[in-house]
């Protein structure tokens, strides 16, 4: 909200600057968020005088004027008709800046220039140049017996202020006027508030031949009040009144509008004024209505109310939306003889949906829906009724009608010394508490030592609770006057939790491994998420912004895909990527919430060159096996490695340890690829982080092996099989009938090719055996090779190869 | 006989030597069997007998540099020839890349603050990120018209009229962490809850659908806001450096009550400007009430920040949504 300093200052004797009322604001709790200089200070114009002035030697429009400036005498190239030897004019010298904007946004600096070949040192300013007026069409000429050499800032009343744009928080509607703002500052400043002085009329509920006020939803709208005012002479305000407004950005429109926009940002209260002559029926109903109304309001908007919407309704209908806007009926014109002023009070809630179902947010429904102050009503009427008189020569009724159906009673609220300071961690005695939030107009009811019972006014409607009272002390002593004790480092007997350092140590493994970790969204579009499986599974948000954020990922793997196409479009030959995060399916096995799942998922994946074009070797595409080789790798750093098995389900590869599947390693299909224009292959593997944590509380104690005393048998052997027998299998059964002695089985050589006839392939296995008793020799290993190879004939029709 | 010797001596002082062909020529002029040392020792049987020890030792020394020269001259020219005589001998060429693994910049930084926390005697805590109306409004008493709630802001996931089915949302902060740790754990409670939110905003270089929060809460029996400025303060020297410049000023919260914020001096002490980096207070009674926990007893304090605008300052990024793209021009700088 936009505050004037100038106007602060008719409500409290500032000792601070502009900059300095503004960082006290925002130390108080009123956020100062921009500091916006008003009009100009014209400092560098001075009154010159014109000595002399000759026609410009290449320009027939332009004269050559000597002005004497007092301290010296300079040549300014003037383009005016109207300037003469002799007059007193005002001069922008150089170095001066002007209320003039260009187009970057700055304003007019003038310097030392040449004009068609002529030196110019300045500028004699026209009105409106200066921010004087609209006059245009010649030079200022100003008073002759003006000293030369005087600040024109001291020969005119310059209209110039300082606005204070402050962030006002949901629960401060008190400060959505300068008395309110001006009443946070004379208490945190200590120094006293003058509020405007209100003639207060008599209440009455009917004045019978005016108008009359009935209020049909007093939930809607506890109060109403009405003020008469008669033979207004609408116009153009006075330059006061206009410069109060404009300095807050306000467009002026007439001396009735003006004032009510006016008696708002002094104490807070929206006011409406309507043509009395256009109220049917004399007579003002507040009401609702159970059915959608049409409504045309005064910025020529026809609108579709919603049932439930808050009326101010005439004998024939409604004639404004209340608390938001009025109608174009009634609205105040040029012709306007008679007025009804509204100052009423309208529930928060009521205005708040109204203005949001509008989306039309007003100064007005700004401040109801936050909550005015329900008991100053009658007070803003008074103000404003005055004011009008006062500027229009109106004639005011006695009375003013007051209809209250529910009254706000201001709350009561108690102190203890004992629960502020704990709360605090401060010393503060009850009087010192008092001290410090005196100006607040909170009234003393009773205190002793340990406590104080306060009145709370119904201008703060936020104040409901003892803790509410603390933060007004905390926030008035000032947070930074809070001694901070020095307890040092704190010492915890708990670590990170499992969780916790699991999700470090993957992260730190992946690392070492050499992938780069990524963060993708987890929101992605229903087209997207279809790549994944059926839309149906998946989490779903019902009210997304746009259809890019419509899904919660099933998978990482789309975050992969997307990142990798990314880079592959900006010339990267090779991706090495992991992610950590979660991801969302519907399930009846549901984690948190029923029939949602969420689990948190580690995926990585490669794709690319795994060697770059270089003299040392040839470029070489990443494999699956370069991916294997790595979650190998992971696995052996987790610990899980030994108890690791895996089958092959639907083109990929499912990792278990024991029982517990923990995710699968695959190509990225080809029509995936199609999908994300991925040129190269992919291979990913995306594990169950929540798996891998079940599966590391299922790892045996480790117990430390001997290191064998004896050496190592190798013995290999080449098998030719189908080439739909997968080494997994043929290595499962090895591993049975091989027995204890075998330690290791590796593949070193996989061949097809015509001399082992189509369809068909050769694998060579290197077998390990080893004792821990004695060395074994050919003897010994013979007899089990034999019972191997018999088996993997039987059972795979292998042929082992000579 | 004494000049020819100083006269040799001097030629093979002088021979240039800086190839291989002069090296050999070197060597057949002045060590070979005819080369000219030779022939200056057959001339000593030529010399007085008085004089041969003293010109026989002349005759040595001059042998004696010719060796020297010719073994130095073949060690130069032997180093000089291998980097010549191999192309792939060639040191300067370049080594083949290998990939570098490391963590995205919000992760460092979640960690640097991790580690910040851990010395501070937090633990960590972890919660779901589709959460039910109850954890992330209701119990951390936002009124059931509170602006957050609108659909404008939340990303909905599940709307009920069953009173028995809650709402669910995307939790629009971590603090719904901080109230499972209520509901689970009897006070004290010293923990922080880093993860991702969401919030339903349009995308621009400053604001993004989602993002992530670190918040701390600490709940025991009298803390106090002089306690939460220990912590606040200890934090920002631990992250900023311990001339970091910062004030607290009052803020609102629905979940705390007081409420803080608290600034930094960013940029030099002229053309600088404080600019906030996180939200704080003393935990809400009603907070307290909806999980469980007696107010009058416990007191507790609340932080939270947004992991984002910690690295952007960090690192000068100047777009939130870099984060989120994976350029590897980006995520390299961070190894």
Request: net charge negative; charged share 25%.
């Amino acid at each position: 909200m936009k505050v004037s300093y100038n106007w602060l200052k008719e409500f409290i004797e500032l000792p601070l600057s502009p900059s300095e009322t503004a960082d006290k604001l925002t130390l108080i709790g009123l956020e100062e968020e921009e500091i916006i200089e008003y009009g100009s200070k014209l400092d560098g114009v001075i009154v010159g005088e014109v000595l002399e002035t000759t026609q410009h030697p290449n320009a027939d429009r332009l004269k050559l004027c000597q002005v004497n400036l007092g301290n010296e005498t300079v040549q300014i190239v003037c383009g005016a008709n109207n300037v003469a030897a002799g007059q007193k004019v005002p001069v922008a010298t150089v170095g001066s800046t002007l209320p003039i904007k260009l187009d970057d946004g700055s304003f007019l600096t003038l310097r030392k220039a040449k004009l068609r070949g002529e030196v110019s040192n300045g500028m004699i300013c026209a009105e409106d140049e200066l921010g004087l007026g609209n006059d245009h069409d010649g030079i200022m000429v100003l008073d002759e017996t003006l000293k030369v050499g005087t600040p024109i800032n001291q020969v005119f009343d310059l209209n110039t202020d300082t606005i204070i744009d402050i962030a006002i928080t949901p629960n401060r509607p008190d400060t959505t006027c300068h008395l309110g703002v001006a009443r946070d500052l004379s208490a945190a400043l200590n120094v006293e508030l003058k509020k405007p002085t209100v003639k207060l009329s008599p209440n009455v509920v009917q004045i019978s031949d005016d108008i009359s006020i009935e209020i049909e939803s007093p939930e809607k709208c506890p109060r109403y009040v009405g003020k008469m005012i008669r033979n207004v002479d609408i116009k153009e305000s006075p330059t006061w009144l206009k410069n109060r407004l404009l300095a807050l950005g306000l467009r002026p429109v007439n001396n009735v509008v003006d004032v009510t926009n006016y008696v708002m940002h002094e104490l807070g209260q929206p006011l409406h004024a309507f043509d009395y002559d256009e109220i049917n029926g004399k007579k003002i109903i507040v009401k609702d209505f159970d059915k959608e109304i049409e409504f045309e309001t005064l910025d020529h908007t026809k609108r579709k109310c919603t049932p439930g919407t808050l009326f101010i309704c005439d004998a024939n209908g409604p004639i404004a939306i209340a608390g938001v806007m009025g109608g174009l009926h009634s609205e105040v014109s040029d012709s306007t003889t008679n007025i009804l002023l509204e100052s009423a009070y309208f529930d928060p809630g009521t205005i708040r949906k109204t203005a949001k179902t509008q989306t039309l947010q007003t100064d007005a429904s700004y401040r109801f829906e936050r909550g005015i102050d329900p008991n100053i009503q009658a007070i803003a009427a008074d103000r404003a009724a005055s004011l009008i008189a006062e500027i229009t020569g109106a004639s005011l009724n006695r009375e003013i009608i007051d209809i209250h159906p529910i009254q706000s009673n201001p709350v009561e609220l108690t102190l203890r010394k004992s629960y502020l300071n704990r709360l605090l961690g401060t010393t503060l005695t009850i009087n010192e508490a008092i001290e410090i939030i005196d100006g607040l107009e909170f009234e003393v009811l009773s205190k002793d030592e340990n406590e104080v019972t306060l009145r709370i006014p119904t201008f703060r409607p936020d104040l409901v609770r003892e803790v509410d009272l603390i933060e007004e002390v905390g926030r008035l002593y000032d947070y930074n006057k809070i001694e901070a004790p020095n307890h040092g480092i704190f010492v915890s007997t708990e670590t990170f939790s499992e969780w916790e350092l699991l999700v470090s140590k993957l992260k730190k493994s992946a690392v070492e491994l050499s992938f780069k970790e990524i963060y993708t969204n987890s929101l992605i579009s229903e087209k997207e998420a279809t790549q994944f499986g059926s839309i149906d599974s998946m989490v779903g948000t019902l009210n997304p912004l746009t259809k890019d954020m419509t899904t919660l990922r099933p998978s990482l793997l789309h975050g992969f895909l997307k990142a990798t196409a990314y880079n592959f479009n900006r010339k990267a030959s090779s991706v090495r990527f992991f992610e950590l995060g979660n991801v969302f399916e519907q399930s009846e096995d549901w984690t948190f919430h029923k029939g949602i799942k969420e689990q948190t998922h580690l995926l990585l994946g490669i794709s690319g060159l795994k060697n770059t074009e270089h003299w040392s070797s040839k470029p070489i595409s990443y494999s699956l096996f370069d991916l294997k080789s790595s979650l190998n790798e992971l696995f052996t750093k987790l610990g899980l490695i030994e108890g690791i098995s895996s089958i092959i389900k639907d083109e990929a590869l499912v990792y278990s340890y024991k029982n517990i599947v923990l995710g699968e390693l695959k190509s990225v299909s080809n029509k995936l690829k199609r999908t994300y224009d991925l040129e190269t292959d992919a291979f990913v593997v995306e594990l169950s982080v929540n798996a891998i944590e079940s599966a590391l509380k299922k790892i045996p104690q480790q117990v430390y092996k001997s290191i064998p005393k004896f050496p190592a048998f190798e013995f290999d052997f080449a098998v030719i099989i189908e080439n739909s027998v997968s080494a997994g299998d043929l290595m499962t059964t090895i591993k049975s009938k091989a027995g204890k002695t075998l330690q290791s089985i590796e593949i070193f050589d996989v061949f097809e090719g015509e001399s082992i006839g189509k369809g068909s392939k050769s694998i060579a296995f290197r077998l390990q055996f080893l004792d821990p008793n004695k060395t074994l020799n050919i003897k010994e290993v013979e007899p089990i090779i034999n019972r191997v190879v018999k088996t993997l004939e039987k059972q795979y029709s292998a042929k082992l190869r000579g | 006989m004494l000049d020819d010797i100083i006269a040799l001596k001097k030629e093979i002082a002088t021979q240039s030597i800086t190839n291989q062909k002069e090296l050999e020529d070197f060597r057949l002029e002045f060590l070979s069997r005819n080369g000219s040392v030779q022939s200056m020792f057959k001339n000593l049987g030529s010399v007085p007998k008085e004089e041969r020890a003293s010109i026989g030792k002349e005759m040595n020394e001059v042998k004696k540099l010719a060796q020297k020269r010719f073994d130095e001259a073949k060690i130069n020219l032997e180093s000089s020839v291998q980097s010549s005589t191999s192309a792939l001998d060639d040191l300067t060429l370049t080594a083949p890349n290998t990939p570098i693994g490391s963590l995205h910049p919000l992760t460092k930084t979640l960690e640097e603050m991790k580690q910040i926390f851990y010395r501070l005697g937090f633990t960590i805590a972890d919660g779901p990120e589709v959460e039910d109306d109850f954890h992330n409004f209701t119990a951390l008493n936002f009124p059931p018209n509170h602006p957050a709630r609108d659909e404008q802001d939340t990303f909905f996931v599940r709307k009920s009229d069953d009173p028995d089915i809650s709402d669910l949302v995307l939790r629009t902060h971590t603090s719904p962490v901080q109230i499972r740790l209520m509901e689970n754990t009897k006070p004290p409670i010293r923990s922080i809850m880093p993860g991702r939110v969401y919030r339903n905003e349009a995308v621009s270089p400053k604001s993004y659908f989602l993002f992530h929060q670190v918040e701390a809460l600490y709940i025991d029996e009298n803390v106090s806001v002089a306690d939460l400025k220990e912590t606040l303060i200890t934090f920002v020297k631990l992250m900023y450096g311990s001339d970091v410049k910062y004030r607290l000023r009052p803020g609102f919260f629905p979940f705390t009550e007081p409420s803080l914020e608290m600034d930094i001096w960013w940029g030099s002490e002229k053309d600088g400007k404080w600019l906030e980096i996180l939200g704080s207070g003393m935990v809400d009674p009603n907070v307290f009430i909806s999980t469980g926990v007696d107010p009058e007893k416990y007191t507790g304090f609340a932080w939270g920040m947004g992991v984002e605008r910690i690295a952007i300052l960090k690192y000068g990024i100047d777009d939130i949504r870099t984060f989120y793209e994976n350029d590897i021009r980006f995520l390299e700088q961070f190894n």
